[in-house]
């Protein structure tokens, strides 16, 4: 194991690159988060921290610089290999919930276990515990729809960690909540995160959350202020 779980050098991201609305967002950004090191990435809206997060997620490329996860230069790994380290190595928190409406709190955290070949009776306990961390296993059975916006957000943490993820990126996890909300939301993710001993990159404009985490890192003008 390494002791830097993420590690992004040199990043470079523009989009409708060479025509005219082209719009350069990253032009060169590095940064590193350690192993359990939870780490605020923060900066106005449009500055790029979505365009930064889907990059370490490996959910987009950068046009240029490297992304390693773990130590392993992910630039370097075919496509088999990143979605791999995506799925397994990887949880990703979105200002909305999108949890599957159809299935219950405790099916949204039991699914992608079993897609990663977790026994059923072992993802329902995990799945359980997880709830139980964020203050809602009382609700396990209910419907995304039939949950407040809160309660659908601390799900969606469960389920970003339900294939036990080194790294947790978060994009604004809290910014569709109203204020109050939003402070115990986020001090239950703060708790889940610091219990799993899980590496984070949070994404907020919240100064207040920001200032509840181990570091800031400020992204300006495309770079790292
Ligand atoms: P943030 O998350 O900090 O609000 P984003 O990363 O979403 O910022 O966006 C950074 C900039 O890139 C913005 O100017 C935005 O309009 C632009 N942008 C983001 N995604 C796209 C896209 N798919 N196509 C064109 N421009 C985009
Ligand atoms: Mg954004």
Redesign the pocket.
């Known amino acids: 194991m390494n002791d830097v779980t993420l590690k992004v050098e040199g990043l470079k991201k523009a989009?409708?690159m060479g025509k005219p609305n082209e719009?350069q967002?990253l032009h060169d950004v590095s940064l590193q988060v350690a192993k359990g090191e939870v780490v605020a990435l923060v900066?106005?809206?449009?500055?790029?921290?979505?365009?930064?997060l889907h990059i370490a997620g490996l959910l987009d490329s950068p046009d240029g610089g490297t992304v390693a996860i773990g130590g392993e230069d992910m630039t370097k790994l075919g496509d088999r290999k990143r979605t791999a380290v995506r799925r397994n190595d990887v949880g990703f928190i979105y200002q909305f919930h999108h949890l599957l409406p159809e299935f219950s709190a405790l099916e949204n955290i039991v699914l992608p276990q079993l897609a990663n070949g977790i026994a059923q009776a072992d993802a329902q306990a995990h799945a359980i515990d997880l709830l139980t961390r964020v203050g809602v296993e009382t609700r396990a059975d209910h419907r995304p729809a039939a949950l407040s916006g809160g309660e659908q957000q601390r799900v969606a943490f469960c389920r970003a960690l339900a294939n036990r993820p080194k790294l947790l990126l978060a994009?604004?996890p809290t910014g569709n909540l109203d204020p109050g909300t939003s402070d115990r939301v986020f001090e239950a993710l703060m708790e889940l995160v610091r219990s799993s001993g899980l590496s984070a990159l949070i994404?907020t404009h919240n100064l207040e959350l920001a200032g509840r985490m181990d570091r800031i890192v400020r992204?300006d003008a495309g770079l790292i202020a």
């Open positions: 989009y409708n719009v967002v900066a106005p809206s449009g500055a790029g921290k979505s365009t930064l994009d604004e994404a992204l």
